[in-house]
Nanobody, 122 residues
């Protein structure tokens, strides 16, 4: 059974940084598309970033472009989300998700982590 475990969330002042990690078990991050999503209270879940098996990032949500960076470490079977210049509107539960296949185009994400909370205060 595929397992995704996120870590790295927390509370940070606006302008600060956090790095989220997502480590996979029984799943190869090097061969598949991985993504980060978030959901704030009362709002729909939204995509944040995705990275293809080739390492080529294909998507950042507009509001995080230039501030967030998705990356992977295949040796550690882990995907990261570096978040800089955080804003209060970035406050949400952040989820790691994994697809079946290397391309992120039109991918479903059947595998999800339990989420890690990010709170940005002003």
């Amino acid at each position: 059974q595929v397992q995704l475990v996120e870590s790295g969330g927390g509370s940070v002042q606006a302008g600060g940084s956090l790095r989220l990690s997502c480590t996979a078990s029984r799943y190869s991050v090097s061969n598949n598309c991985l993504g980060w999503f978030r959901q704030a209270p009362g709002k729909e879940r939204e995509g944040v970033a995705r990275i293809e098996a080739s390492g080529g990032v294909i998507y950042y949500f507009d509001s995080v472009k230039g501030r967030f960076t998705i990356s992977r470490d295949n040796a550690k079977n882990t995907v990261y989300l570096q978040m800089n210049s955080l804003k209060p509107e970035d406050t949400a539960m952040y989820y790691c998700a994994a697809a079946n296949g290397g391309s992120c185009l039109g991918s479903d994400f059947p595998y999800w982590g339990q989420g890690t909370q990010v709170t940005v205060f002003s």
